[in-house]
């Protein structure tokens, strides 16, 4: 049972590079979410999504892009990295069903851009 | 939006003592508090939740308290031991409301000295 999982787990990117970050989970969630964490900030919401084909703004989604073309798969793009993106990307999902929110996280990326 | 504030960041408890860690948060319409325990090089996993209509639960060492009307709940820990040691985050969600997101307090690092 792999749960969610995420790739990859660390990468170097300079200023102005583009890349995917790829989420994926197996419990058939409809609920999925990018979060990145900074130190004393916590966790905070980029992007999400409540099923397949269905995106929608967080709390922090400037400078990323997200996609959700199969329900299994939740893809979070920067397409011009900059150093404030150095972060650790968590990728969540939960069931969504009658109001049962737990989320499962995966193990994270730690991205840094130079 | 929501805005959850933690105390405190940093939590040094000696082996047996118990730790508290306080969140307040500022949407009324919030009713459901998870707790998160992030351990190194891992995301985050639920350890206990509660709901608005609940004013305390408890699980085995680890028991939340919600008050309502001053929009705080905390975390209290008994008994502690050293796979205590980890950050903690309390969240605050509207169960119902799209996508059921989080909103994250920003983590308390707990340490138990053996």
């Known amino acids: 049972n792999a749960g969610v999982t995420q790739t990859p787990k660390f990468r170097v990117l300079k200023t102005g590079q583009s890349m995917t970050l790829l989420c994926a989970q197996d419990?058939?969630?409809?609920?999925m979410y990018w979060y990145r964490q900074d130190p004393g900030m916590g966790l905070r919401l980029i992007h999400y999504s409540v099923g397949e084909g269905t995106t929608a703004k967080g709390e922090v989604p400037d400078g990323y892009n997200v996609s959700r073309l199969k329900k299994q798969n939740f893809l979070l793009g920067l397409e011009s990295a900059a150093p404030s993106q150095t972060s650790v990307y968590f990728c969540?999902?939960?069931?969504?069903?009658?109001?049962?929110?737990?989320?499962?996280f995966g193990q994270g990326t730690r991205l840094t851009v130079v | 939006g929501e805005n959850v504030e933690q105390h405190p960041s940093t939590l040094s408890v000696q082996e047996g003592d118990s730790a508290v860690i306080k969140c307040t948060y500022s949407?009324?319409?919030?009713?459901?508090f998870p707790w998160y325990k992030q351990e190194l090089g891992k995301g985050p996993q639920l350890i206990i939740d509660?709901?608005?209509?609940?004013g305390e639960k408890k699980d085995q060492r680890i028991a939340v308290t919600l008050n309502k009307t001053a929009k705080h709940f905390s975390l209290h820990i008994t008994e502690t031991q050293p796979e205590d040691s980890a950050v903690y985050f309390c969240?605050?969600?509207?169960?119902?409301?799209?996508?059921?997101?989080?909103?994250f307090g920003g983590g308390t690092r707990v340490l138990v000295k053996p």
């Open positions: 949407d009324s319409a919030s009713n459901y």
């Open positions: 969540a999902s939960s069931t969504g069903q009658g109001g049962y929110t737990e989320a499962f």
């Open positions: 509660i709901r608005s209509n609940v």
């Open positions: 419990m058939n969630h409809e609920y």
């Open positions: 969240a605050a969600s509207i169960l119902g409301a799209a996508g059921n997101k989080l909103t």
